[in-house]
């Protein structure tokens, strides 16, 4: 599915809500774009295209997909890289299964997922299945470090337009619990490989009868790169979850798992199968076997153990028993009983967290009711963010959006740094016995003493990755001055690691005194501080950080974090340009199915277009691109001063209308400047047509709203079907094409 050997701009196919928007948006961009001599290719690296890219042996010459993931991948290592990312899939097991069953009822012959593979193809289609769960696309495409604030537009209609934000009162129940012993966080070992160590190691399962398995082969690690390794005790895991669950019924709260089962594809969905075991634990004590006869897996969610255990009354009753025993639920979707618990990429911490913190530390139960909530995070290594935030709320009263300053992010993420790399080097034990990283020269690293269903993993950052990010730190903060942290705790070993890169670069910079170093908990409340005070700070974090305070303080500044500003500079020189967060996407989906109306606000995309066409101005010094850029970025303005974002409800203006306006509102801007003449000449009687039909268009998009919408498919939509949904105005397209 590649579209032009070289087009000068890459524009990710994706999924869900972001994907359906394309299909009105990317017109419009391809449209202007080619007055600038800019062509505008796609390569698709949605869930379903990336599954059909997998098995072309089992597919027809029609159907097959080239593997567009691989081919950006090699892309970004250019200097000539202009990729503008939509947010995709990290897909669960669920969704996965989910998406194969849609493929395969379309008539593409993929083999099932295998639970359990048994035999050689079985085990085949699962490695190859198991490549797609989780953070597959961004550890690919981020071969550049993260550079992430609030556009200066965005910010400013939110202080003046302040989104809702719910009351803070001291006598506030909400809390976050996490593990005080057996974590990650505490069996953290971490050291910076030397020359001597370099070259490729293996991570190894030795028994307790000394029988040695090699759980990894020829893991590559360089001189300079810090590598780490730990596990999480399932024992100690088990107990502090059947604590939260008795203590969460003690404070009358409501209880909630706050996980990232998505990117952390192997750790985090065993600690939520640990969680459904341990709500549901009477159970499993009466009926294991049953349940394990039925297939029952605990990590696929509460849902899908119901489903399997639907015929069986007795087990059906114990469950509703057991139920009414324990405190309420925290509800992802009360009017439909899904719980918290019911499916292990619905609660996303990077979302669902910040959700409850603008809420006023409130959760929804099964009856839709409002209440204090326990925020379950087991591990501490990242928790201390959200705690220290609820702290503060508690003890300073919600955040005065109106005069809030911000806090942007550079955040260290290329070629896979740190946990969201970690995903071919985690494991769980098979038995008691030791798991021990040993290096190409003979010589053990790390070793773990681990008990049966402990949860190890490693991972590692790269020294170029590392001395870059510091270099993108010194950047921002000389360009803004503002107040710079590095999210640095020196008694975690791995980040004491990087805090010895970090100094000494700082103090060969002269630059020592600009920066803090602080533990995640201190910094958090240094930064609360700042911004309350309305005054700006830069949060120089880890890669899992990055992404949870790009959700976290945009949430709470914005109201959203769709608008960020996300660029990725690429480390060979190219650009990444990434339009926001795809957390709400499912839901979007879901109301445009049932009431055609897509509330996906494509600010983020908006943002991300004006920054690829100004670098595209200056890295192919084509002038007329730099023109687009800066169009677009007046339309942006225009949206936000004019409030043309779309509606929640149905009936009201959604997605398509947003696109209209910026359209109009960019070729007003191209018509009005006087910096290329021949811009303004072809622009203006756009301008004009699009004004002119103002009223038709508005009313044909308006007319869409309200019937369900047929799009061929969640995962894999109709091309033709979403085109004709995403589209209806007939003006509008004669003018566009």
Not at 33 to 56: E, N, Q, W
Request: net charge negative; glycine share 8%; charged share 20%.
């Amino acid at each position: 599915m590649t579209e032009n050997s070289n087009p000068d701009i890459l524009y990710t196919i994706v999924d869900e809500a972001p994907e359906l928007a394309s299909a009105s948006f990317l017109p419009i961009i391809r449209k202007f774009a080619a007055a600038a001599d800019v062509s505008v290719g796609t390569k698709d690296i949605s869930l379903a295209g990336r599954i059909l890219s997998a098995f072309p042996e089992n597919l027809s010459p029609e159907q097959r997909q080239t593997d567009d993931l691989a081919e950006l991948g090699e892309l970004v290592k250019t200097p000539d890289a202009n990729v503008i990312k939509l947010p995709n899939i990290s897909a669960s097991v669920p969704q996965l299964v989910a998406a194969i069953e849609e493929l395969q009822a379309q008539g593409y012959d993929i083999p099932s997922y295998p639970e359990e593979p048994t035999t050689d193809a079985e085990k085949d289609a699962r490695a190859r299945y198991d490549g797609l769960k989780g953070s597959a696309v961004n550890p690919v495409l981020r071969e550049g470090n993260s550079d992430r604030r609030a556009a200066r537009a965005v910010k400013n209609y939110a202080q003046n337009n302040p989104h809702s934000m719910g009351a803070w009162t001291g006598d506030s129940k909400t809390k976050v619990s996490s593990m005080a012993e057996g974590d990650f966080y505490a069996n953290e070992k971490a050291a910076t490989i030397t020359a001597a160590q370099a070259g490729d190691a293996k991570i190894e399962f030795v028994g307790t009868d000394g029988a040695v398995t090699v759980l990894k082969d020829g893991w590559s690690l360089e001189a300079g790169t810090v590598a780490d390794a730990t596990f999480m005790s399932a024992a100690a895991l088990s107990s502090f979850l059947a604590e939260a669950i008795a203590d969460t019924k003690a404070d009358g709260t409501m209880f909630s798992l706050h996980l990232k089962a998505t990117m952390m594809k192997v750790s985090d969905p065993i600690i939520f199968g640990h969680a459904v075991k341990a709500w549901l634990a009477p159970v499993f004590d009466k009926f294991g076997a049953e349940l394990e006869a039925l297939g029952v897996n605990t990590n696929s969610g509460m849902g899908d153990l119901l489903d399997r255990v639907a015929g069986n009354a007795d087990i059906m009753a114990a469950i509703e028993a057991v139920t009414a025993e324990r405190p309420a639920m925290y509800m992802v979707d009360s009017d439909k009983g899904i719980t918290n618990l019911h499916v292990p990429s619905d609660v996303i911490i990077d979302a669902s967290m910040p959700a409850v913190i603008r809420a006023g530390g409130k959760g929804w139960d099964a009856a839709g009711n409002k209440g204090d909530t326990n925020c379950v995070i087991p591990d501490r290594c990242y928790a201390t963010i959200y705690d220290e935030t609820i702290n503060f709320f508690k003890a300073n009263g919600a955040l005065d959006v109106t005069t809030a300053g911000s806090v942007a992010n550079v955040g260290l993420m290329a070629q896979k740094a740190e946990e969201y790399g970690s995903h071919p080097t985690t494991f769980e034990a098979p038995a008691a016995g030791t798991i021990r990283v040993v290096l190409a020269n003979g010589e053990t690293l790390h070793a773990h003493s681990v008990e049966a269903g402990d949860i190890w993993r490693a991972c590692t950052a790269k020294q170029a990755p590392i001395e870059n990010w510091i270099e993108l730190a010194l950047d921002r903060q000389r360009l803004t001055g503002s107040e710079a942290i590095f999210w640095l705790d020196e008694n975690r070993a791995h980040d004491a690691e990087l805090i010895k890169y970090v100094k000494p670069a700082l103090e060969a910079a002269g630059k020592a005194d600009l920066f803090q170093i602080m533990a995640p908990r201190e910094a958090t409340a240094q930064s609360l501080k700042t911004i309350t005070a309305g005054k700006d700070s830069i949060a120089i974090t880890g890669n899992v950080l990055r992404d949870y305070l790009t959700d976290l303080f945009p949430i709470l500044e914005l109201g959203t974090s769709a608008k960020m500003l996300s660029i990725v500079k690429l480390m060979q020189g190219g650009g990444l340009f990434e339009t926001g967060a795809g957390g709400s996407a499912p839901k979007h989906v879901q109301q445009l199915v049932e009431q055609n109306h897509l509330r996906w606000d494509s600010m983020g995309e908006f943002c991300a277009l004006g920054e690829s066409l100004k670098f595209l101005a200056d890295s192919k010094d084509n002038a007329k691109a730099g023109v687009l850029g800066a169009a677009a970025e007046v339309a942006t303005q225009g949206i936000l001063d004019n409030n043309k974002s779309p509606s929640r409800k149905v009936g009201e203006p959604d997605n398509r209308d947003s696109h209209y306006w910026f359209a109009r509102y960019w070729a007003e801007a191209l018509a009005a400047q006087g910096d290329d003449a021949d811009l303004a000449a072809e622009f203006a009687p756009i301008a004009k047509a699009l004004a002119d039909g103002e009223e038709a268009i508005l009313a044909e998009l308006a007319t869409a709203q309200g019937p369900a919408a047929d799009i061929g498919g969640y995962f894999h939509p109709s091309a033709e079907l979403k085109a004709k949904v995403m589209r209806p105005s007939g003006t509008l397209n004669a003018i566009i094409g």
